[in-house]
């Protein structure tokens, strides 16, 4: 019999993302999703639930993440599902899951910078500098 655990969740970000360094120096990165789901109840009243889903990714995707994503910006994440359990200082034994990234995917545009301009349409990565005439490598674009 084989095993398969994979999570895929699109949501919005409910608190800032959080990073911090291993001993070794891999980028950890905490965040949270709040993931919605409408639909209509049995009288025809549209209806909708929220879940909280806690999430942690490693290396260059938690600098990624914590570079460019903030509290409330969507976000599509595909991991595993992983179980975490530990004793609190009250000394009963406490657990949860989260959803470690493996991947992701930014959603929407760019937050809105507050600059003067910002009513302008946005720009795709690199067509700034593709107009002054330089050329963009895939490497220079973060996602």
């Known amino acids: 019999m084989g095993f398969y655990n994979k999570v895929l969740l699109m949501g919005n970000l409910t608190r800032d993302p959080q990073l911090s360094y291993t001993p070794n120096q ?8 709040a993931v919605n789901r409408r639909w209509k109840g049995q009288n025809g009243e549209q209806r909708e639930e929220t879940c909280f889903v806690d999430c942690r990714a490693f290396g260059r995707l938690a600098e990624n993440i914590n570079k460019y994503m903030s509290k409330g910006r969507q976000l599509f994440v595909e991991g595993r599902l992983t179980f975490d359990s ?4 009250d000394g009963t034994r406490r657990s949860r899951h989260r959803v470690t990234v493996e991947n992701f995917q930014f ?8 600059r003067a301009d ?12 593709a107009e002054a005439g330089q050329e963009v490598s895939s490497d220079d674009i973060p996602f």
């Open 86 to 89: 530990w004793t609190a200082q």
């Open 107 to 114: 959603i929407g545009g760019r937050p809105d910078s507050g």
């Open 26 to 33: 891999t980028a950890v990165v905490d965040f949270g999703l």
């Open 118 to 129: 910002s009513g302008q349409a946005q720009r795709a990565p690199g067509e700034a500098a």
